[in-house]
């Protein structure tokens, strides 16, 4: 039988290039799934030299003939969503009539930027770095079964009187818990009906769509956001995302059965990076801002350009951690790797690569459960020679440089899963497919 379901996640921190191969893979697909996250995700696709920064469209839209959903596990920012509408419509493409989306998704709404961006400022060191983009309080108030869905924009009168107890309840606590200025209920109810305008036309029952496609034998693709060790349960707690960012996310956060999954495809930097605050073992410490620290951690930073495609913000960079991808490994049931930006190591003499950590007088293979223990974790390194030649846009496994390739071979070892495509450059054109996914 042939792979028709392919799940394509995050094995690190985010930002290892899921968009790009999503967009690649795509042309296999009838539709694109969203299933978790916001507009918080950052993905880049650079086609033909030119480049398109998605959030919370699917990759996918770039290719006239899939569909893209955006599925129940996903929060809308409706704000966002129009903006991405309209600046994709201006290419040329056609958004409105490919995109469907979850009656069910919980909607962002004003109140819960504003909770956001006043709980990190509350934090102060302690602060988890979010996008400030409202997303850890809209899953809260999902799970509190207060939010307000995008079905909802389905009857204004109704939404109405529940967005004005919700607003009051939460300038409740912006008001006398964080001290900053409340927002108002008018406000936020006047955009309403321009949300309602934009995304009613677009509401469908996507586990339908998803079971239609799959009587048909027609494959789907499931693109996750940010990353596994970003997951609400699995990842470095409380310096994580809120939502399910591995693969199983893909089943209730888009309604498929797991059984229907057949492919995981693990997007994997050849290196590690980190955006916001939270434990990172291998991190080579460099600032931009003061052009101070490590020295091979500017040359990935820089050669790598390590700026986040949402918040612009200086990703930390660091050394491959095995021991971290082990985990992904387990909990996502990785099938395959992608290893993305092996071209950034072109210039090192020598890589690092973690192989386990030292904790309490111990050595381990897999992390531990929450932050406080990861940050008493010593890493144990590995040192492999460099290949210092250029990989850039190499089309045949035979070309790499010797050294890559052992390189490669002893990640796959590491982590116990085989590498199956390979990223040879940001462009569609620059990759290299070891094993057809969908085979
Ligand atoms: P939030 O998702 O905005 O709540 O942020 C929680 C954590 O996830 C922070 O460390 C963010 O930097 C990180 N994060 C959220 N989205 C992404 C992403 O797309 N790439 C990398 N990190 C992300």
């Given at each position: 039988?042939?792979?028709?379901n392919?799940?394509v ?7 290892e ?6 967009d690649?893979?795509?042309d296999r697909?009838?539709?694109?799934v ?14 033909d ?24 596990g ?9 903006k ?5 419509e ?18 962002i ?6 909770l956001?961006?006043?709980?990190e ?5 302690l ?15 999902k ?31 912006l ?21 309602a305008?934009?995304i009613v ?8 769509l998803?079971?239609?496609?799959n ?9 996750g956001a ?6 609400i ?6 310096y994580?995302t809120?939502?399910n960012?591995t693969?199983g996310?893909a ?20 290196y590690?990076?980190?955006v ?7 991190e080579?410490?460099?600032?931009v801002a003061?052009d ?9 930073g ?7 495609a ?7 960079c660091?050394?491959f951690d095995?021991?971290?991808l082990?985990?992904?490994a387990?909990?996502?049931?990785l ?5 993305t930006?092996?071209d ?10 973690c192989?386990?950590y ?11 459960a ?17 290949w210092?030649?250029?990989t850039?846009?190499i089309?045949?496994w035979?070309?790499?440089p ?9 990640l ?11 990223s040879?450059g940001?462009?569609r054109?620059?990759t ?8």
């Amino acid at each position: 039988m042939s792979k028709r379901n392919l799940v394509v996640v995050g094995t690190q921190w985010g930002d290892e290039g899921k968009g790009k191969i999503v967009d690649l893979l795509t042309d296999r697909v009838a539709a694109v799934v969203r299933f978790q996250g916001g507009h918080n995700a950052g993905h880049t696709l650079v086609i033909d030299g030119k480049k398109t920064v998605l959030h919370l469209i699917p990759s996918g839209i770039l290719r006239e003939h899939v569909e893209c959903f955006i599925g129940n596990g996903v929060v809308l920012a409706p704000d966002a969503l129009k903006k991405e509408v309209e600046q994709l419509e201006l290419t040329g493409l056609s958004v409105k009539s490919r995109l469907k989306i979850s009656e069910a998704c919980p909607l962002i709404l004003d109140y819960h930027v504003a909770l956001d961006q006043a709980r990190e400022r509350a934090r102060g060191d302690l602060a988890i770095g979010t996008t400030g983009r409202g997303i850890g309080p809209a899953y809260e108030d999902k799970v509190a079964r207060r939010g307000l869905r995008a079905g909802d924009l389905k009857n204004l009168p109704k939404m109405k009187n529940i967005l004005a107890e919700t607003v009051d309840y939460h300038n409740f606590m912006l008001q006398n818990y964080y001290k900053v200025e409340p927002i108002s209920f008018e406000a936020v109810w006047e955009k309403c009906q321009a949300y309602a305008d934009l995304i009613v036309p677009m509401l469908a029952d996507v586990p339908s769509l998803i079971d239609g496609y799959n009587r048909e034998g027609k494959s789907l693709l499931f693109e996750g956001a940010q990353g596994t060790l970003l997951d609400i349960d699995h990842g470095t707690y409380p310096y994580v995302t809120s939502s399910n960012t591995t693969a199983g996310g893909a089943t209730s956060g888009a309604g498929i059965g797991p059984c229907q999954l057949d492919y995981v495809l693990g997007i994997t930097k050849a290196y590690a990076t980190r955006v916001g605050g939270g434990p990172f073992p291998t991190e080579l410490v460099y600032s931009v801002a003061e052009d101070s620290g490590d020295a091979i951690g500017k040359q990935l930073g820089e050669r790598g350009r390590e700026f986040g495609a949402t918040t612009g913000r200086q990703r930390r960079c660091g050394w491959f951690d095995a021991v971290a991808l082990r985990r992904s490994a387990q909990v996502n049931g990785l099938t395959g790797m992608c290893l993305t930006k092996l071209d950034v190591m072109d210039e090192l003499v020598e890589i690092k690569v973690c192989t386990a950590y030292e904790y309490q007088g111990k050595t381990i293979n897999f992390p531990p459960a929450s932050a406080d223990e990861y940050d008493l974790c010593q890493p144990v390194y590995e040192t492999l020679p460099g290949w210092q030649s250029s990989t850039v846009g190499i089309e045949c496994w035979d070309d790499l440089p010797e050294q890559a390739k052992a390189y490669i071979h002893y990640l796959e070892k590491q982590v116990g899963v085989p590498v199956s495509i390979l990223s040879t450059g940001p462009d569609r054109a620059e990759t290299l497919i070891l094993q057809d996914v969908f085979a």
